[in-house]
Structures are given as C-alpha cells and as structure tokens.
C-alpha cells in the first residue's frame, strides 16, 4: 500500500466465476494527504483512486501489477471524505495471460463518482 492508512476495506462480495468484485472502503478523511488537497475543503485526489483500484487488484489476483493503459477514466463528481468517506467500489476484473483488465465503479450512496478501464501488465 503506497499510502498508509489511507482507506479501510470494510466488506468485499465475490461473484461465483471470480470476475465480479464489489468492495467497500473507509477512507480515512484524517490522513495527510488531505491537509495539501485541500485543507479545510478536502478533496480526494484522483490518483489516490486509481491507486486503490489498482492496490485492490493486486490483491484480488496476488500479483504486483503496473498500469498499462487507460482507455477511459472519468471522474463524475467531487468525493469529499468529511461528508462521504464511505465508497463502493464494483470491479469487472478478466485476466487473460499475462494482462489484466478492470472495469471499474465507484459510487458514494447512489452517485457515481469514477468510471475507469484499465489494463495492467502482471509483474513477475
């Protein structure tokens, strides 16, 4: 985990064939990152969400994994840890040889707040 203490996983579903993930993280609207982005107003970055997408990942399939490429990333509205720290993450994730590709959903309540398509590249 690059940044410590940044979020909680506080429940995880597995459909029956392994493709279909749905999480639920805490971020932790106290951690440093906040105080520079921004304080008094914090936002989360980003690439905070990529990253915990991509930590998820690894952790799904037991593999460090480097991003390869983003076909399409769109952040659809602010996610701000005071008022919404709680996250559903739902991860389509298909790993064909050597290639892993995630669709993903973040939502806060019922609002998406991040799409994301990514293929990764196992590490060996």
Known sequence: MILENFYTINSKQISEDHINHLYEILINN????????????????GVCMMQIIKEI???????????????NVKFLT???????PILTLDLQIIIIDSKVKVKNTTKFDNTIALKLSAQYQILV
């Open 30 to 45: 106290k951690h440093d990152i906040f105080k520079g982005h921004f304080p008094d107003n914090p936002v989360m970055p």
């Open 57 to 71: 990942t690894e952790s799904v399939i037991g593999k460090k994994l480097f991003m390869e490429k983003c076909s």
């Open 78 to 84: 602010i996610i701000n840890p005071d008022k919404t």
